[in-house]
């Protein structure tokens, strides 16, 4: 196993606490991120963007959605495995590799604003409620009542989150309830007044391979792929509910409270990994099963039934072709249920859509306060000063400065194009989660708790995945938008690709002519950003040959 961590100080070392014996019950007992995970989940993929591609062009392209979920549960697992290892986030191990923590900490802080700084889910909630309120869909003219409601559900999510004795405790307490709400309303509609010939073409949808329609929405088609499941960072933010629910080495670094209720507690910022013996390689089984209980009994069978009941109503009750857009997104299931089935179904379908699209909304403000915490508590021992070594003051920061973009965002445009612009980033940067992660297990891990060759092949057809919609889906956009201010889009893109490309191989022959340390995650870095990598490479090459009999200070 790799020992050099150049970005952060070494782990510290203790047994791996053991886990209650592996039971029905226990496991009950025990799991819980992938509740919240799922409460995340089943949101803008299955109730808009899922509707709205199932609307457009029928059951057909539901094998989709079975791809992506069952490619995201292995790489939530392996999310997962270097935290049950270290009691560190994934996102800390990324820190560990070159060219350091400095570069990882902004890139990955700035993929993540980019998939889930717009508050897209509180604005979409809040179609569904100015909808109650009007009694019909809301049109362009109601912004003003849109918007508003979205501020309120914006700081509702907000606020939810700041009670309780952990975070963790709280968000799970929360997402059971909603998801308990969301699919006993699905079931109850998919049941009672969904035709066997519509369930059939749905569960036909999942299961029949390969079609794609000619002149399909690729923007709308490659979000559908990254949020059929939960998307991008949003999967990787498992591993820090895997940490503050005391999975693994979770239970020996601590968690991070909430402001109100919460004590102050102990968070390291160096994680702390255990010795393969025979009684801890006996304990990381149990835990391992735990991990494999909370993903595919909850998250896997969760998006499922999340993703294929409101595919069922879409099928049923709307007429093909609808566009499900504008201020009215979250409305238009309410609007043809209430048409069929009579007034109640109006409300009770509302109250389902906010349900679903406010669960997404709280999940994703905690994901993302969380990760910048994460990020800022690990690479910055100024920050632990500053804050005297309380984490919730971190965290609280990091969410204002969510809170400020967020009343600026709610504002720019209509939910459905926020929720389709993250949607589309999210997929990017499940490519990358892919590779740095197959990376990160691979250098860090044990070789007894690497993971098996075909989960390895599985992460990379992961980020292959991903790469064919995120590929298209800018081609595509680059076909209907050729110039912005008069310079050629497609040229602009073409040159910086190819420069990164260029970067990527000539800083992997340089490094591995030199020491061959970190060679693929220097690589990730050039083609992210190749200016910055460059740079960096060179700076610490030459730095290395002025003084080749010192120790390289940390990044």
Not at 281 to 308: N, S
Request: net charge neutral.
């Amino acid at each position: 196993m790799a020992t050099d961590t150049r970005s952060l100080p070494a782990w510290e070392k203790s047994d791996l606490p053991a886990p209650p014996p592996f039971s029905l019950r226990n496991a009950i007992l025990v799991i819980g991120p992938g509740a919240i995970l799922l409460g995340t989940s089943i949101g803008s993929g299955e109730w808009l963007i899922g509707p709205a591609l199932t609307a457009k062009y029928g059951a057909a392209l539901l094998w989709v959605a079975t791809v992506s979920i069952m490619l995201q549960v292995i790489m939530n697992m392996e999310f997962a495995r270097y935290t049950l290892y270290t009691g560190e986030p994934v996102f800390t191990g990324f820190l560990r590799t070159s060219p350091g923590r400095r570069f990882w900490g902004i890139v990955y802080c700035i993929l993540a604003f980019l998939q889930v700084g717009w508050p897209g889910w509180a604005l979409s909630a809040a179609t569904a409620i100015a909808a109650a309120f009007l009694g019909r869909l809301p049109n362009d003219a109601d912004r003003g009542l849109v918007v508003f409601w979205g501020y309120v559900t914006f700081f509702l999510a907000i606020a939810i989150v700041a009670f309780g004795a952990k975070i963790e405790q709280t968000m799970e307490i929360a997402e059971w309830f909603m998801v308990a709400m969301i699919l006993i309303f699905l079931i109850f509609v998919g049941v009672f007044f969904v035709t066997l010939d519509t369930w059939g073409r749905v569960f036909t949808g999942f299961v029949t391979f390969g079609a794609l329609p000619e002149g399909a929405d690729w923007l709308l088609l490659g979000g559908f792929a990254a949020y059929a499941g939960a998307g991008g960072v949003i999967n990787a933010a498992i591993s820090n509910w895997f940490r503050d629910k005391g999975f693994g080495m979770g239970g020996a670094v601590g968690f991070i409270p909430a402001l109100v209720g919460g004590r102050q507690i102990h968070l390291t910022h160096t994680g702390k990994v255990f010795p393969v013996t025979p009684e801890n390689k006996r304990r990381w089984d149990e835990w391992w099963k735990y991990a494999g209980a909370d993903q595919y009994w909850v998250w896997v069978i969760g998006c499922f039934l999340g993703m294929g009941l409101p595919a069922l109503i879409t099928v049923q009750f709307i007429p093909p072709g609808t566009d499900i857009t504008g201020f009215r997104v979250a409305a238009y299931q309410a609007e043809y249920l209430s048409q069929r089935l009579g007034p109640i179904m109006w409300f009770l379908t509302l109250l389902t859509g906010f349900w679903i699209l406010f669960s997404t909304q709280l999940g994703i403000t905690d994901a993302f306060v969380r990760l910048v915490t994460d990020i800022i508590w690990t690479s910055s021992a100024h920050a632990r000063e500053a804050s005297g070594g309380d984490v919730r003051k971190v965290y609280y920061g990091a969410m204002l400065v969510f809170i400020i973009w967020g009343c600026i965002a709610i504002n720019l445009t209509q939910p459905l194009i926020l929720i389709l612009l993250g949607a589309n980033m999210a997929g990017f940067n499940f490519i990358v989660l892919g590779l740095h992660t197959l990376y990160v297990n691979r250098k860090f891990l044990p070789a007894e708790l690497r993971p098996a060759l075909w989960r390895e092949i599985v992460m990379a057809l992961a980020s292959l995945f991903f790469l064919f919609f995120v590929t298209v889906t800018v081609l595509d956009q680059v076909g209907k938008n050729p110039s912005i201010a008069g310079v050629s889009t497609g040229a602009v893109l073409a040159v910086w690709w190819v420069l990164a490309g260029l970067s990527a191989a000539v800083v992997g022959l340089l490094n591995r002519a030199a020491d061959g340390e970190d060679t693929p995650s220097w690589m990730l870095a050039a083609l992210l950003f190749w200016p910055v990598a460059l740079w960096m490479f060179f700076n610490r090459r030459g730095a290395a040959q002025a003084a080749p009999g010192e120790v390289r200070p940390a990044t």
